[in-house]
């Protein structure tokens, strides 16, 4: 059974750093997408990052530029650095997986992603 365990959430003033890490247990990294997403209060979930097992990256324009995905295959490890944080991307995190395609189809529907962990809390304060 495929498990998502993300990790690394904290609070953070605005212009600060920090790195999430999604630990995947039950499956090894061959053909997949995987991606974060975050969800803020009162908010639809949305998508932040994706990485492909091409190593193929994706991101949408609010994270372009200060947000890089990242694996360590020898860790089943999916990382997300978070870089230039501001306010508006306080939210829970999420990492997600599909093991559908060789990579990612370039649909960032929370739908398109059938694994999911249990989210790690992000606060940037002003």
């Known amino acids: 059974q495929v498990q998502l365990v993300e990790s690394g959430g904290g609070s953070v003033q605005s212009g600060g750093s920090l790195r999430l890490s999604c630990v995947v247990f039950g499956y090894s990294f061959s053909t997949y997408c995987m991606a974060w997403f975050r969800q803020a209060p009162g908010k639809e979930r949305e998508w932040v990052a994706a990485?492909?097992?091409?190593?193929?990256?994706w991101y949408p324009d609010s994270t372009e530029g200060r947000f890089t995905v990242s694996q360590d295959n020898a860790k089943n490890t999916l990382y997300l650095q978070m870089s230039s944080l501001k306010p508006e991307d306080t939210a829970m995190y999420y990492c997600?997986?599909?093991?559908?395609?060789?990579?990612?189809?370039?649909?960032?529907?929370?739908?398109?992603?059938?694994?999911w962990g249990q989210g790690t809390q992000v606060t940037v304060s002003s």
């Open positions: 990485f492909g097992a091409d190593s193929a990256t």
């Open positions: 997600a997986a599909d093991y559908t395609y060789d990579s990612c189809s370039g649909s960032w529907g929370t739908a398109d992603f059938g694994y």
